[in-house]
């Protein structure tokens, strides 16, 4: 099949047409062809699609610069070949210089087929980088489009000078718009200390065709500041040229987020040190206040019995007034110890893990809180205490200790240390119908306005890194809510801020159910279980008098005796030991002999893993917390023994 041409003739001469026509079909085109002489016609002429424009030089009234122009103006690509006879050599020079592809005599018309063949080829070449050009230039409006929508910096240079910014970037590197970073030298975006980095990574981009790996950089600010990123490039091609595209992502949030959770994470670590802290301690600690109630026992035993000699010993009084120095010793000793029991029992209260709920006395978890926080406030400021009859609230114990402790730290931080007498701390406890209020204020520097609203989002925070993780408003934020309550912020710029907690009101408190027994009044024999052979000593020393005590060091010695039917009116047993727990023993004991098992008083020293709390939770034997009250333990006795 022959190929069609579609050939538009500005010719005056109707034979010179048909010969042009007949030359064409010889070379095997199939010509479709259509002559005009003026310039309306050729207009009108235009509006049907046309492979070449022949155009003869001499047509009166339409000059070929006039015809080449009027395709111009219809941004039309068809070559237009000048095919004449008449024509000098500046008349052809200036048709080419009009735009004309070529230039034909009508003498040598063997030219004219190839002429078109060639402007043919030359004008779909021209065609599909025109297209290629416009899709470029879409593609990169598009790139540019989507470059300005993404949150992160993209940065395009090429050489050593920036060629495109986007939005993101503009702020991240503190320029008032994109505009402002185009042009500059993309090596002045880095401090000096990191050039030989920055160059390394964009010649790296410059001769590879693979993405440059992620790495964290610091880049230098417009305004002087520095920022640190995680910035990756990657070669492109932008407007046309070989280009580096270059992300930037700003990295100093995601460090502040790492090194808040390394705190997070050694706080963690620290309260699990604390509770095992506590635990050690206690055990020891029991036996030294069990041995200084034995002592004080003792000695007041023996000063009413000098008091009984009377007149018949002449030195009586001077060895009884030796024993009240004694006795006072020993109170202050078993006072010393008392507030090491308190610290250790504030540690295990405030790094212990479990949710379940109970009626707590918030004066009593206000105290442990200021004990706590009393490193932090002891050289800022006074503390003041207004306590009211408030009823227990339905909480955690660890989790409203844990929310007055931040309460309390935070108030001590606002205050510079130094100035004690000028600024105070003060908590507030009072009952608001049916609800409980706590407020903690203090003196100290205030909120700015600015930070009020992002006071409670998790890891925001003004302190300095090591210095707080920006978690403990919003956690307590978390566990007062779960509780019904809410917190509330009043705080005014250079004068102070309160914190108010307000909570539901509980009901009164129940104490734990002893259970009641048959068992013989007075002397009872008593059977102590726990692996700290001297707490076990003391325990006996403080009751012998009263009571029958046998020690077992090992559950396995307990189980021995109990499970071969030997005869205790009360078992004392402590929670955690090596080998085979507390707990282990008396599951043992249930199944074997189940009415021994309703004689158990478990003891603890905190710092017990989950296991020990499901059998705490699960049974309610009478528990006793380490250090040992050894007045409790009368008492408990007392009850337990009378049935």
């Known amino acids: 099949m022959k190929r069609s041409l579609r050939l538009l003739f500005v010719e005056q001469s109707e034979a010179d047409t048909e010969r042009l026509v007949r030359e ?82 009508k003498d040598h018309l063997y030219r004219l087929v190839p002429a078109i063949e060639r402007e043919l080829r030359d004008s779909e070449v021209r065609i599909k980088h025109a297209l290629a050009e416009s899709t470029l230039r879409a593609t990169e409006a598009s790139f540019r489009a989507a470059f300005d929508l993404i949150p992160d910096g993209v940065l395009v240079h090429r050489g050593a000078t920036i060629a495109y910014s986007n939005g993101a970037a503009a702020v991240l590197l503190g320029a008032d718009s994109p505009e402002d970073l185009v042009g500059r030298a993309w090596i002045d975006l880095f401090p000096e200390s990191e050039w030989p980095a920055a160059r390394e990574r964009m010649e790296l981009a410059d001769g590879s065709s693979q993405r440059v790996p992620l790495a964290e950089r610091t880049m230098a600010r417009v305004d002087g500041g520095l920022v640190h990123v995680e910035t990756t490039a990657t070669p492109i091609l932008f407007d046309g040229h070989s280009a580096v595209l270059t992300v930037v992502r700003d990295a100093s949030a995601r460090r502040e987020i790492v090194a808040r959770t390394m705190q997070v994470d050694r706080m963690i670590a620290v309260g699990t040190l604390a509770a095992g802290v506590g ?79 109970a009626l707590v006395d918030l004066r009593a978890a206000a105290e442990a809180a200021l004990r706590m926080a009393a490193p932090e406030i002891r050289q800022r400021a006074r503390v003041v205490r207004q306590y009211a009859e408030v009823a227990p609230v339905l909480a955690n114990a660890s989790r409203i200790g844990q929310v007055l402790l931040n309460l309390v730290i935070n108030a001590a931080q606002a205050i510079e240390p130094g100035d004690i007498d000028a600024n105070e701390i003060a908590v507030r406890i009072r009952p608001e119908g049916p609800r409980t209020v706590v407020e903690v ?109 046998v020690i077992a060091e090992t559950a396995a010695d307990a189980m021995a005796r109990l ?81």
């Open 279 to 357: 635990h050690e301690i206690n055990n020891p600690l029991a036996y030294v206040m069990a041995n200084v109630t034995y002592a004080a026992e003792e000695v007041e035993r023996v000063q009413r019995q000098l008091e009984a000699l009377g007149e018949r010993e002449p030195r009586v009084a001077a060895l009884s007034a030796v024993l009240s120095d004694v006795v006072g010793v020993l109170a202050e000793v078993d006072e010393g110890a008392g507030r090491i029991r308190d610290i250790a029992r504030d540690l295990s209260t405030f790094v212990r893990n479990d949710e379940e709920l």
């Open 24 to 105: 064409v079909s010889r070379s095997g085109y199939q010509a479709v062809a259509r002559r005009v002489d003026t310039l309306a016609s050729f207009e009108d002429a235009l509006d049907a699609p046309w492979d070449v424009v022949l155009c003869d030089y001499n047509v009166p009234g339409l000059e070929v610069p006039d015809a080449i122009a009027a395709v111009r103006a219809r941004r039309l690509d068809t070559p237009c070949i000048v095919v004449s006879r008449s024509v000098g050599e500046e008349s052809a020079a200036a048709a080419l210089r009009s735009g004309a592809q070529d230039f034909v005599h």
């Open 563 to 643: 499970l071969s039917g030997e005869r205790f009116d009360v078992v004392f047993c402590d929670v955690q030991m090596p080998l085979t727990s507390g707990a282990e023993l008396y599951e043992t004991v249930e199944r074997a002999r189940p009415e021994v098992a309703e004689r158990f008083v478990m003891m603890t020293g905190g710092g017990h893993g989950a296991r020990a709390r499901e059998f705490l939770d699960a049974r309610k034997t009478p528990l006793l917390d380490k250090p040992l009250d050894m007045g409790q333990v009368r008492t408990l006795l007392r009850r337990m023994l009378s049935g």
């Open 441 to 549: 204020s203090d003196t100290g520097c205030g909120i700015a306005p600015e930070h009020r609203a992002r006071l409670f989002t998790p890891f925001f925070t003004t302190k300095p890194v090591g210095q707080g993780t920006g978690l403990g408003l919003s956690i307590s934020q978390r566990i007062v809510r779960s509780l019904g309550g809410d917190i509330e912020v009043h705080s005014t710029r250079g004068v102070g801020t309160t914190m108010r907690i307000v909570l539901p009101a509980g009901r009164e408190a129940r104490p734990r159910a002893i259970p009641s027994l048959r068992a013989p009044p007075g002397r009872g024999r008593l059977l102590f279980v726990d692996d700290e052979r001297l707490l076990g000593l003391a325990f006996q020393r403080a009751l012998s008098h009263e009571h029958e005590v």
